[in-house]
């Protein structure tokens, strides 16, 4: 993979400016204000999500070292669910904390076919620094993992995930995932 060239591709950083205005723009529509339309906001925000991230790759880093061992069917069901419960929660944190806030885009770093750009979120009294990882995907960058105030995402999912399947078993950690997953489709 080459690094961009000018009229070619997006830069990171510019791919994650655009997805975060395009959030604070759904975010902050006059037509989509309030709480009665907090449900069109979330599917609006999940479908930025779902075309800015690369499930493909978060899946094989939140299994890790288990993902190898899986079968096919597996892997899919794996991803569905996990596609669902990410973009569910990532969409709250989204809705809850993310409108008219100051962002600040202090670093661009691309190494290897990797990407990371840094940024702080100004809030009252707050600066939150949030770092995006990502990955270039058919001429484009896709986000693969993001960390909030020094938490990477991914790296909490794999911890949860491999406590779960080392007291339980895999089976075990589909059966919770697929619980939430109607859980959330009964609150939708």
Known sequence: WALPIAGQAVMPVEHVRKMLQEVMTIQTDPQLRGQAFRG??????????????????????????????????????????FKDLFQDSYTKLVLDFLAREKILYTQEDIRGG???????????????PIDYFLTPVEQRW???????DGV?????????????????????LLGKMRLQQRAIEKSS
């Open 40 to 81: 069109k906001r979330k599917v609006a925000i999940q479908n930025v999500i779902a075309k800015n991230f690369y499930f493909d790759e978060m899946v094989k880093q939140v299994l890790n070292p288990y993902w190898e061992k899986l079968d096919e069917a597996k892997r899919e069901e794996f991803k569905g669910l």
């Open 152 to 172: 990477s995402i991914v790296q909490n999912y794999q911890k949860s995930f491999a406590r779960v399947i080392k007291q339980e078993s895999f089976e075990g």
């Open 142 to 148: 896709l986000v693969h993992d993001v960390k909030i």
């Open 114 to 128: 990797q990407a990371l750009v840094k940024t702080t979120i100004f809030r009252i009294n707050e600066e939150i």
